[in-house]
């Protein structure tokens, strides 16, 4: 065998390569080829509200709702979700899956970890695991609304609304970035 017969064959598979890690990343989401695909773009930094049955410690009480954020990354093939409370409280996703039922109603479910702030850990709130199922509302998409459940046998509602498209790593980063969008009168998707 001879690299002059190897060639026809290498190239095809760059070409293939090339144009299926272009159409994972990028393409899968854009017209015409979003048609194609039944996989909805959560893609950007959505601004969550969390109703908990968890009891604050301190006061012996139901917490009232907050707000979160929520960065998803998304490929066509992958999916990272990140949720950030006030007080470097991050939960991170472990393992998510969609179903598209057959009238096109969506849901995303995940199961993920959630790690307190390491001066929380003891008197607030111990590393846990908990899972979720999201309706996914609107094309495109505005609104994620659901449930979750943690192993210390609490839950809550979310209702994720006012995706921007950039991405920020903390929660004083992106209510920053929203305060400041707000001030300058830059209207929310």
């Known amino acids: 065998m001879s690299w002059d017969h190897a060639k026809p ?25 979003c048609h194609f695909v039944k ?4 893609n950007g930094m959505w ?4 109703r908990s049955t ?8 139901v917490k009232e709702p907050f707000t979160a954020y929520v960065a998803i990354r998304q ?7 990140r ?27 995940g199961v993920y970890q959630g790690e307190p702030s390491i001066t929380d850990r003891k008197s607030v709130s111990a590393i846990h695991y908990g899972s979720f199922k999201y309706k996914v509302l609107g094309k495109p998409v505005t609104e994620l609304r659901g449930h979750y459940w943690t192993d210390r046998e609490t839950g809550g509602s979310i209702v994720l609304r006012e995706r921007l498209p950039e991405m920020f ?19 929310l998707p």
Not at 13 to 33: D, E, I, Q
Not at 89 to 106: K, N, P, Q, R, Y
Request: charged share 20%; net charge negative; no cysteine.
């Open 54 to 61: 968890f009891i604050d410690p301190d006061s012996g009480t």
């Open 39 to 42: 996989t909805p773009d959560l």
């Open 83 to 109: 949720l950030f409370t006030a007080g470097d409280h991050e939960s991170s996703l472990v393992a998510s899956s969609f179903d598209i039922e057959a009238d096109g109603t969506t849901y995303l479910y």
């Open 169 to 187: 790593d903390s929660f004083d980063a992106a209510a920053g970035a929203r305060s400041l969008d707000q001030n300058q009168g830059r209207p």
């Open 9 to 33: 064959y290498s190239f095809t598979l760059a070409v293939l390569t090339g144009g299926w890690t272009l159409f994972n990343r990028k393409l899968w989401r854009v017209w015409p080829f």
């Open 75 to 81: 490929t066509l093939t992958t999916l990272s979700v």
């Open 47 to 50: 601004k969550a509200e969390l």
